[in-house]
């Protein structure tokens, strides 16, 4: 009877070390997965920004050729912004199939990626 109470206590023990070790290892992977997100938001907010400061700067550079070339600056940053309005109004209506699809698929490929342990 002792000897099944033992082995009953060490079956026990083995159960709660299992359940110990699998926890920490979900913890390490959602620290890893979330790392990986923001990584990846990280890197499309810098590559946003430095887009955009090169969108202002070459619009800067159009908007003055433009001016330049009908003799009346003014007339070239109107001319600029309409059409920098005119192509953020086509890239709103377009945003789901350019810019929502694209970065839910990249996430959920981060969150939902086999590790590769778990792979064999």
């Known amino acids: 009877m002792e ?3 033992n082995n009953t206590e060490s079956f026990v023990g083995q159960v709660k070390e299992y359940l ?3 926890l920490a290892q979900l913890k390490l992977s959602f620290a890893e997965k979330t790392s990986k997100v923001v990584a990846i938001m ?3 907010v810098v590559s946003a920004l430095v887009f955009f400061l090169f969108l202002v700067l070459i619009s800067v550079a159009g908007a ?3 001016g330049q070339w009908m003799e009346n600056y003014w007339l070239g940053f109107i001319i600029m912004s309409a059409i920098v ?7 709103w ?3 789901d ?5 694209p970065i839910m698929n990249a996430l959920i490929r981060v969150m939902f990626d086999k590790d590769e ?3 064999d």
């Open 64 to 66: 003055i050729a433009i």
């Open 97 to 101: 199939s350019w810019l929502r699809k």
């Open 117 to 119: 342990d778990e792979k």
């Open 42 to 44: 990280i890197a499309a």
């Open 85 to 91: 309005l005119f192509a953020g109004f086509v890239l």
């Open 93 to 95: 209506i377009s945003k």
């Open 20 to 22: 110990n070790t699998r």
């Open 3 to 5: 000897q099944e109470f």
